[in-house]
């Protein structure tokens, strides 16, 4: 299994996921608490064109996408704070026309457009280099360390834009923030996630998260622990199932999510079924009219077709009664 880690390329793609799984979620959880769940592909498609630039120009594409990326990432904000009518087809006109003029001049680059684009869209294990890494790890610590200290602002104007305006805080200046973020974010993921498929990273492991964590902080840890393990855990599959990375991590990320909401599925169930058994002022007894069914080492009594077992100060809803309705001699219950 670690024969994995004797190639330099896999080595640098497993260390560029653990960045990526880490820092896509932190930076998303903002993103989905103020309904901009999109924004980071929208972001990919205009860093598309930064990419082509620097492939066109034999420069660093890494650099190229990070200030096309940043540039678009002032605009959309300047552009969606102002609320103009029309904003929301100028922010699209920008999108797609970043996507087309990306494939046009990587299609114009000396190297040809499939495996290029294929790489840079839907990402592969074997893009990231060393040169790479060392500038993925600046802006990764960059973007958490960010995140992190301007936590409570983000919240804030996450939560209450308005109310965070009249409490005093620049609110202009934390959404250029979150937006540059975002950016960031999306250069860093594009070698191995892709520019297509970065945004899902960004936001369903914090859709899973939120189906069962109780605070916002508590979501954000383990959205970040989600991300950490499908990122992580897609390139090893996309190495040895031999797929693509950036899709193999999403998908990933989608059973995570499936597996998640389950859980809280049966723990709201289970819930219910103790708020049932709670939720009514008999008290269950000898002589309380109920008929009593022996359950292991304690009593318990059918009741509306439930059967509730005394516990301190309340009752357990326990599996009804024709569910348990065996022959004594195969139950030992006692009649």
Not at 82 to 102: E, H, Q, T, V
Not at 147 to 163: C, G, H, K, N, S
Not at 166 to 171: D, E, M, Q, T
Not at 308 to 315: F, I, K, N, S
């Amino acid at each position: 299994m670690l024969d994995i880690l004797d190639y330099g390329f896999m080595r640098n793609a497993l260390v560029a996921a653990l960045l990526i799984g880490a820092a896509a979620p932190l930076v998303g959880i903002f993103l989905v608490q103020r309904r901009l769940s999109l924004i980071g592909d929208g972001l990919g498609h205009v860093a598309l064109a930064g990419v082509a630039i620097g492939i066109l120009t034999a420069t660093s594409p890494v650099l190229t996408a990070l200030v096309t990326a940043v540039i678009a990432a002032v605009v959309i904000e300047v552009t969606r704070s102002r609320g103009r009518p029309g904003s929301d087809l100028a922010l699209a006109l920008m999108f797609y026309g970043g996507i087309a003029l990306g494939v046009v001049l990587i299609g114009l680059s000396a190297e040809g457009t499939p495996a290029n684009l294929t790489a840079y869209l839907f990402g592969s294990i074997t893009a990231t280099t060393t040169a790479d890494l060392y500038v993925f790890l600046v802006l990764t610590v960059s973007v958490v360390a960010l995140t992190l200290l301007l936590r409570p602002w983000l919240f804030a104007v996450a939560q209450d834009e308005e109310y965070a305006r009249a409490s005093g805080l620049p609110v202009t200046g934390i959404n250029l923030t979150l937006s540059i973020l975002t950016a960031l974010t999306v250069v860093v993921s594009m070698r191995v996630v892709g520019l297509l498929l970065i945004s899902a990273l960004m936001i369903i492991p914090n859709a899973a998260a939120q189906a069962v964590s109780r605070s916002f902080a508590g979501a954000m840890r383990l959205a970040a622990v989600i991300g950490v393990i499908c990122a992580v855990g897609g390139v090893f599959t996309s190495f040895y199932a031999e797929t693509p990375s950036g899709a193999t991590i999403v998908l990933l990320a989608l059973g995570a999510f499936l597996l998640v909401n389950l859980a809280a599925a049966l723990r709201r169930r289970r819930d219910a079924a103790h708020a049932r058994a709670e939720a009514h002022a008999h008290e269950h007894g000898p002589g309380c009219g109920h008929e009593a069914v022996a359950h292991g080492d304690h009593v318990d009594y059918l009741h509306d077709g439930h059967r509730h077992a005394p516990h301190h100060d309340h009752y357990d809803e326990h599996a009804t009664h024709r569910d348990h309705d065996h022959s004594p001699e195969q139950s030992g219950d006692r009649r």
